[in-house]
């Protein structure tokens, strides 16, 4: 069966534990957390000002901590990754000059969110990180850390409180300071998400109508490839240099003002990839709209099948997924009760999400597990799906938004 992860409490405590340990025996005054997110359908439209359909996930990023009284910051993370020291140390600008980038990378994210906080100055603070998002995984760690880092900024120094600025914030945090020139998708669900809900996000007019996901009879079923992507890396601005290329051939602000007539009709200026790119993007805004329609109406079937055909679109038009991902899919396409499958996040790695009946997740875990991804050559981490996330939709598994947590 499923491992359970961590709960928020659980999360909490052993980051308390830690600042402790870091700090003295001072106990931290505030605690908060933000939810990563697993996308059900609609992937690379974001940043083409298309739609999305993401939920918010039990799996949060948690920050205890406590103001100082001076200008000096100090953030240590609980959470492994690569060989970077965990703990940073340094000061808030007081003559209003940027925070720079630096190392270690996974400090960026906190910088960016500090430079772009809408109530500077803030005081200078300790805090620890904990998490039960995956780093790399596709499920929105990051967003999950620049929202639940925002909001322990609200609790030391307040904004106005609006929460579209605030998801808007953390993505340009992203943007500016992590180098990722991600869409608005991730954060905005993390700061907005609903218990019980899906989000239909319309990413051009930031507006989100809430598509109730409470069939008890209804499972998600998460599945880590342990392939770790990078986003930083080449591919994922490739794909939106080429987007934005495609876009104006076609004489549009953006592909979401684009039909497939208007594609067809400028193929023979457009190259194959930028073709097959833009088309991905076109149909998939089609398709997760009509998804959002398939769900309300309780059409689960139809919405499996949407899914598949993304998870084929980006696999063959848009290139994003690899071999793991789409052995996953096929392996649980392959289970009766399953309605469908696909990748989820920006791809090269990371998870794949899947649609089933309630009565399948166990027989749908276990042929999962049977398979073998590693190929014989490869000695890295990369099976390993020994923690998969099930979510019973309707049932006590299910997903829940937490903004502020407490103070503890
Ligand atoms: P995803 O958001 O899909 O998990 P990204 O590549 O966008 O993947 O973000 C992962 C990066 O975010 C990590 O490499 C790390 O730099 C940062 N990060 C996320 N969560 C944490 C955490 N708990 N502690 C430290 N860094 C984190
Ligand atoms: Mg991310």
Redesign the pocket.
């Known amino acids: 069966m499923a491992a359970p992860s961590p709960g928020v409490s659980e999360l909490v405590a052993a980051a308390r534990r830690v600042y402790v340990q870091v700090f003295g025996d001072e106990a931290p005054q505030l605690a908060v957390c933000a939810p990563?997110r697993v996308n059900l359908i609609g992937e690379h439209t974001d940043y083409n000002q298309g739609f999305v359909l993401p939920m918010a996930l039990p799996l949060v990023?948690v920050v205890v901590g406590s103001q100082t009284s001076g200008q000096d910051v100090t953030v240590v993370?609980?959470?492994e990754?690569?060989d970077e020291p965990?703990r940073v140390d340094f000061s808030l600008p007081t003559d209003g000059s940027q925070l720079s980038p630096g190392l270690?990378?996974?400090?960026?994210?906190v910088k960016g969110v500090l430079q772009h906080y809408r109530a500077p100055p803030v005081p200078g603070f300790r805090a620890v990180?904990?998490?039960s998002?995956?780093?790399?995984?596709?499920?929105?760690?990051?967003?999950?850390?620049e929202v639940a880092f925002y909001t322990f900024l609200q609790q030391l120094k307040p904004d106005n409180g609006d929460k579209v600025l605030k998801a808007v914030a953390c993505q340009q945090a992203?943007h500016s300071h992590?180098g990722?020139p991600?869409g608005i998708m991730?954060q905005f669900v993390s700061v907005l998400g609903r218990e019980g809900h899906a989000l239909l996000i319309d990413c051009r007019s930031l507006e989100a109508s809430p598509v109730p996901l409470a069939d008890p009879g209804l499972v998600i079923l998460i599945t880590n490839s342990n392939v770790k992507?990078?986003?930083?890396g080449s591919e994922y601005p490739t794909r939106r240099r080429q987007c934005e290329h495609a876009a104006s051939i076609l004489g549009k602000d953006s592909l979401r003002d684009a039909t497939m007539k208007d594609l067809e009709e400028a193929r023979d200026r457009l190259d194959d990839v930028t073709y097959r790119r833009a088309r991905h993007v076109i149909e998939e805004i089609e398709r997760t709209t009509c998804a959002a329609e398939a769900l309300k109406r309780g059409a689960f079937k139809e919405f499996g099948k949407l899914m598949v055909e993304s998870h084929n679109s980006l696999r063959d038009l848009y290139e994003v997924s690899c071999r793991e991902l789409d052995e996953l899919v096929s392996a649980a396409m392959e289970v009766e009760g399953v309605y469908g499958s696909r990748m989820t996040?920006?791809g090269f790695g990371?998870c794949t999400v899947t649609l089933l009946q309630a009565q399948a997740i166990d027989r749908t875990i276990l042929h999962i597990q049977m398979l073998n991804l590693n190929s014989p050559d490869d000695n890295s981490n990369r099976n390993s799906l020994q923690d998969p996330v099930s979510l019973n939709v309707g049932g006590e598994l299910y997903t829940t938004t937490l903004d502020t947590l407490t103070r503890c």
């Open positions: 990563g990023t993370t609980t959470t990754d690569a965990r270690p990378s996974w400090a960026n994210y990180i904990a998490s998002v995956p780093l790399g995984g596709g499920l929105s760690s990051s967003a999950s850390l992203e992590a990722v991600c991730d992507h990078s986003l930083s996040g920006g990371g």
